[in-house]
């Protein structure tokens, strides 16, 4: 077959396709439903940590750290998303979010030595780790979702991108809801999001080398 | 010389046409490609043994992509991103592929003797990657239709008709190969 047969070929099997969705506006809608998801998980399942939000407004250490860990689930959500838009320059996007997830993660190991807040057993939940996991796994199924319906160029780097952004996510709200202590956020609530990530991208990997054995 | 901008602007509007199903913008648009990719790879890469098969797939990568095309945002970008993922894929396959073939001469004992043709046929489909020796099994030895061959392996039509191509191809260039090692 050569190229002009096959054109031939495509021509004559053409139907009408729906173009996907502006990518910006889909991350939003991505970002505002796992958002939204997480919360309202979080709080079904218990309470959150009484004072938290004064905690956001007196401490900017505190509230900085927060920002740069949704700065982080942003950049890496709109990283994820686009490695399956052709031409789309997520070049900014990476390399802000590595630079935020390392300042993020840097809180909590300066934290061991000068904590952000008073380590405090209030708010303590007693599957918190459990909880990380599950409230990550439907935005980044929904993520992975949506790469699917565009076209996946780099599927190793999308999934990593996107368990980041679904993992960070319930860390963040852990780091509201649960407990205070930096040891134990980095345990119970980060380490989920680092395992979710690696476990995705083990996953996408094995699937490719199998596809490759069998078809 | 190319003009750039027009061929942005005219390449935009057909593959934007092309998207609500017009044949005739889609056809003029991927024969322009063709020859773009050809060029492309053929400054990036250099003069490849596989150039049609490459052209092929990256035509056939553009075709799965088109919905992904956004008429606001330019359109060389989404397309050589296309062209260059594809060719780096299809090279490092055929790299994959030229590794785990058992033809080699440090492999071959002269000591055994040649195998009749049926066997050496069987030897050489071995040859092939996993793709192309499922579709030339399925289509050519077993009877299965082109259509009953893509939906058995769940791709289209075209994709099936371009590793029945590459198969006999690259059978072909096995076969010679070892001819040319036999002694004489």
């Not at chain 1, 919360?39 to 309470?47: E, I, R, T, V």
Request: contains cysteine; proline residues 6%; positive net charge.
């Amino acid at each position: 077959m050569k190229p002009d047969d096959l054109i031939a070929d495509l021509q004559s099997q053409l139907t009408p396709v729906r173009r996907v969705a502006p990518t910006g506006r889909t991350i939003w809608l991505w970002l505002l439903l796992s958002g939204v998801y997480v919360a309202l998980s979080g709080s079904l399942m218990g309470p959150f940590r009484p004072g938290f939000s004064e905690e956001l407004v007196l401490h900017s250490r505190f509230a900085a750290e927060m920002l740069m860990g949704l700065g982080a689930v942003v950049c890496f959500a709109v990283a994820a998303l686009g490695t399956s838009v052709p031409g789309f320059d997520t070049r900014w996007f990476r390399r802000a979010g590595w630079l935020l997830v390392v300042g993020w993660l840097s809180q909590f190991v300066l934290g061991l030595a000068y904590p952000v807040l008073e380590p405090t057993m209030l708010g303590k939940r007693d599957h918190c780790v459990w909880e990380a996991y599950i409230y990550s796994v439907p935005p980044l199924l929904g993520m992975i979702w949506l790469q699917h319906r565009r076209y996946v160029l780099r599927p190793l780097a999308g999934v990593g991108y996107a368990a980041l952004a679904a993992g960070i996510l319930p860390a963040l709200m852990m780091q509201l809801a649960c407990m205070y202590e930096p040891l134990h956020a980095l345990q119970f609530h980060v380490v989920p999001a680092l395992l979710l990530t690696a476990a995705g991208i083990l996953v996408v990997w094995g699937r490719q080398r199998l596809s490759k054995s069998r078809v | 010389m190319r003009n750039w901008d027009a061929d942005e602007a005219r390449w935009s509007a057909w593959l934007t046409q092309a998207q609500a199903g017009d044949r005739v913008a889609y056809g003029a648009l991927m024969t322009e490609l063709a020859a773009v990719i050809r060029a492309f790879v053929l400054r990036k890469f250099g003069p490849l043994e596989q150039m049609d098969d490459c052209v092929q797939e990256v035509l056939l990568s553009l075709h799965q992509a088109r919905h992904t095309y956004d008429p606001s945002r330019p359109f060389r970008p989404w397309f050589f991103a296309i062209v260059r993922h594809r060719t780096i894929d299809l090279l490092r396959q055929s790299r994959q592929e030229a590794e785990v073939s058992p033809l080699s001469e440090e492999q071959m004992d002269p000591d055994v003797p040649e195998p009749i043709p049926s066997i050496d046929a069987g030897r050489l489909l071995q040859g092939l990657s996993s793709k192309l020796r499922e579709t030339l099994i399925l289509t050519k030895l077993m009877g299965y239709s082109t259509r009953e061959c893509a939906l058995r392996q769940g791709v289209s039509e075209s994709v099936v008709k371009i590793r029945i191509h590459r198969g006999i191809r690259r059978l072909r260039a096995l076969s010679e190969a070892d001819v040319g090692s036999e002694p004489l």
